[in-house]
């Protein structure tokens, strides 16, 4: 199964970790703050959690906007996991 590249927005400092679909956009809210990695670790882990397969982000460590990389999932797949 062919990996599945998608572009997401990050929100730090939410009171809970949530994913949202909003206008063709994946939004990420998480509880971490943008500092010492810490939110980019928290997306990695619950997006991993969530989808079974290992995520990386690619582009994006330092910025709201983010490329995620998430192995063997197809779209679809991924989509009705939300």
């Known amino acids: 199964m062919p ?3 998608i ?3 990050a929100i730090p400092n939410s009171p809970l ?3 949202e679909k ?3 956009q994946v939004i990420i809210h ?3 703050p943008p500092e010492q990695n810490k939110a980019n670790l928290e ?3 619950e997006l991993g959690r969530l989808t079974g397969s ?3 982000i690619v582009k994006g460590l330092r910025s709201k906007r983010k490329t995620i990389v998430i192995d063997d999932i197809s779209e679809e797949e991924f989509l009705k996991k939300l």
């Open 30 to 32: 998480c509880k971490s």
């Open 43 to 45: 997306i990695v882990k």
């Open 17 to 19: 970790f949530r994913i």
């Open 3 to 5: 990996n599945l590249t």
């Open 7 to 9: 572009e997401i927005k």
């Open 22 to 24: 909003k206008n063709n």
């Open 54 to 56: 290992r995520v990386k």
